[in-house]
Every structure is written in structure tokens, then in C-alpha cells.
């Protein structure tokens, strides 16, 4: 009944701290494809949310921390929360690309 209540265990870091972690780390954009065409950050790799939250298995291991962005940080949140639920090492990227300010945009 006050599962609201309950903390949000999800890890988050803004995208702007990003840049020293990019190449190092496993960076999943979750957006549309039509929009990570537009531009994302180098070494990103485009899995739609949909199809990350429907088929975690077939994209991302447990066993590996993945980074993951959107554009402002409210899909990824919602996605970070869910598969770490079910038990994946994932990290949000808040902010995301609309307010990435960095050198490493592909």
C-alpha cells in the first residue's frame, strides 16, 4: 500500500560527467532510433526502451554495469528503475542529451 514510500535504489550520474567514463563504459541509449540519428554521445549504442524493457536478455547481462541515457533523463530513470528491479546493474544518466554539454557527441 506505501510502496511510494520505499527508497528508489537506482544509481544515477548527470551526463555531464560523463565524458572521462565514454569509450570505458557500457553507454545504452534508449531512444527512439529517429532520435539517437540526431546526434548522441560516441561509443553509444541505440536499444529503444521498448524493446530494452520487453527483452532485457537479449540486450544486457547482469553479470555488466551499463550507463543508461535518453534525452532529458525521465525514460531512462523509468527504465534504470525497472531493470534494476529485475536484478541488472544500470545506472541513469539524468539530464541525457539535451542537456549534454560535452566534447564527445557523435
Known sequence: M???LTRD????INVNDMD???GKVELIDIREPYEYKS????????????NLLTSPEKYITKDKTY??????????????RALTKQGFDVIN???GMGSYVGSKRK
Open 67 to 80: 550507463y543508461i541515457m535518453c534525452q532529458s533523463g525521465g525514460r531512462s530513470g523509468r527504465a534504470t
Open 2 to 4: 506505501f510502496e511510494f
Open 9 to 12: 535504489a537506482s544509481k544515477v
Open 93 to 95: 544518466v539524468a539530464g
Open 20 to 22: 572521462n567514463l565514454i
Open 39 to 50: 546526434g548522441s554521445i560516441k561509443t553509444s549504442k541505440n536499444i529503444p526502451m521498448g
